[in-house]
């Protein structure tokens, strides 16, 4: 079946400092990936999504490249702020309406900024 | 524009007791529609999913139970609540593009 491995956290960096997590993934065909951002007591936004290979996904600062050869998904922002810390999730589609569109969740990576 | 609800925010209940956790959304028509648990620092697990009125798919076997009684609403029961029960419960909708949207959650506390 499919699955996602992100690094487990915690994540300590200081303000301005650059992020990277690590996502890979294993699945059937072609899935469209994702990352998400949940903040402290609320639900998962959507930060990014790639629907194919070496689609580039970027939001609010972050991105992200599918890379089909590496099966990965790695979430980059070059300069963090105190208002990043959250946890990420990374997650991938089981295309398809009549199949749910269920995703797969990775565990989720907590970051926390310092100033 | 989509918007998904949720209520209640937080909840308290004793063991033993009933529980319903509502979830509607606006803006969309037949959407698929989800139910997920988070326990306190862990991950998301998948509860149940539901690709139209009526069609419920279960992921996991436990004492809830879910209801889709119409297109944008989905409701989450148990008729006696344990106390593995606790959790933040997040409800969430797509469409065809594969990406989910998800709510403020519901905060159970079960005593």
């Known amino acids: 079946g499919n699955s996602v491995t992100q690094m487990e956290g915690p994540v300590t960096l200081s303000e301005e400092a650059f992020l990277t997590i690590n996502c890979t993934y294993t699945a059937t065909g072609y899935p469209s990936l994702f990352w998400y951002v949940q903040y402290p007591g609320e639900g998962l936004q959507l930060l990014l999504k790639?629907?194919?290979?070496?689609d580039k996904g970027s939001n609010k600062g972050f991105e992200a490249t599918y890379r089909k050869e590496t099966t990965s998904f790695h979430l980059e922002k070059g300069s963090v702020q105190v208002s990043d810390s959250a946890v990420y999730f990374c997650?991938?589609?089981?295309?398809?309406?009549?199949?749910?569109?269920?995703?797969?969740f990775g565990g989720g990576t907590r970051v926390l900024v310092k100033p | 524009s989509q918007t998904i609800h949720q209520w209640p925010a937080t909840l308290v209940q004793p063991v033993g007791s009933p529980l319903s956790l509502e979830c509607t959304v606006e803006?969309?028509?037949?959407?698929?529609l989800y139910w997920y648990r988070q326990a306190a620092g862990r991950g998301l697990q998948l509860l149940f999913y539901s690709v139209g009125i009526g069609q419920i798919s279960s992921e996991v076997p436990q004492n809830l139970s879910a209801s889709r009684p119409q297109d944008r609403q989905f409701i989450l029961s148990s008729k006696k609540l344990l106390l593995s029960d606790s959790g933040f419960y997040l409800c969430?909708?797509?469409?065809?593009?594969?990406?989910?949207?998800f709510g403020p959650g519901t905060r159970l506390t079960v005593l």
């Open positions: 997650a991938l589609s089981d295309y398809g309406k009549a199949a749910g569109n269920k995703l797969t």
């Open positions: 969430a909708w797509s469409l065809t593009s594969g990406a989910q949207y």
């Open positions: 790639a629907t194919k290979a070496d």
């Open positions: 803006g969309t028509s037949n959407p698929n």
